[in-house]
Antibody, heavy 120, light 109 residues
Framework: EVQLLESGGDFIQPGGSLRLSCVVS????????MNWVRQAPGKGLEWVAGISSTGGSTHYAESVRGRFTISRDNSKKTLYLRLSTLTAEDTAIYYC?????????????WGQGTLVTVSS | EIVLTQSPGTLSLSPGERATLSCRASQSVSGSSLAWYQQKPGQAPRLLIHGTSSRATGIPDRFSGSGSGTDFTLTISRLEPEDFAVYYC??????????FGQGTKLEIK
């Protein structure tokens, strides 16, 4: 069974930093690109960042480029997202999600999410 | 950047009825890059349809997708109580990698 488990969400002050983690099981992590998608309270879905299977290629949404860093450790089957220079607009549930060429790169597996709240 | 616009914002129907949800892209997109997700309150999104019309694993056949170019549709043939949720269309592209529509809330009438 494919499982993705995020952690690291917290209540943090504006300007602060945080690292989110996503530990996976049930599939060969090193063979798949991974992504972070966020959802502000009561709002829709926003893709944040993606990383290739090897970690050699990363992509970011314009809203987070230069402030967020996606990375992975294939030996630990873990995906990370480093968040910095946080603002209230970054308050959201952050989901990790796996994509798959067999589903035309759609996001076929998601974690349950971890909540980041940015407030003074 | 491609913008996806979903309509209606809210759709009120009864169990057993047919639901038709629309997703319009700001420019023509490849059908292989269009997907649909379902999200229930307090849950993560779930992939329903990829490549415009291919059902994801375990998705009932009452869910179907169609469309091309700029206009895509998710149809639920006969609504079950568990189908009332928010639905998002999504495009996979270059920059950004993924774009989502704003969502359609399907509520019980």
């Amino acid at each position: 069974e494919v499982q993705l488990l995020e952690s690291g969400g917290d209540f943090i002050q504006p300007g602060g930093s945080l690292r989110l983690s996503c530990v996976v099981s049930g599939f060969s992590f090193s063979n798949y690109a991974m992504n972070w998608v966020r959802q502000a309270p009561g709002k829709g879905l926003e893709w944040v960042a993606g990383i290739s299977s090897t970690g050699g290629s990363t992509h970011y949404a314009e809203s987070v480029r230069g402030r967020f860093t996606i990375s992975r450790d294939n030996s630990k089957k873990t995906l990370y997202l480093r968040l910095s220079t946080l603002t209230a607009e970054d308050t959201a549930i952050y989901y990790c999600a796996k994509d798959d060429r067999r589903t035309n790169w759609a996001l076929d597996s998601w974690g349950q999410g971890t909540l980041v709240t940015v407030s003074s | 950047e491609i913008v996806l616009t979903q309509s209606p914002g809210t759709l009120s129907l009864s169990p057993g009825e047919r639901a038709t949800l629309s997703c319009r892209a700001s420019q023509s997109v490849s059908g292989s890059s269009l997907a649909w997700y379902q999200q229930k309150p307090g849950q993560a999104p779930r992939l329903l349809i990829h490549g415009t019309s291919s059902r994801a694993t375990g998705i009932p056949d009452r869910f179907s997708g169609s469309g091309s170019g700029t206009d895509f549709t998710l149809t639920i043939s006969r609504l079950e109580p568990e189908d009332f949720a928010v639905y998002y269309c999504q495009h996979y592209g270059n920059s950004p990698l993924y774009t989502f529509g704003q969502g359609t809330k399907l509520e019980i009438k």
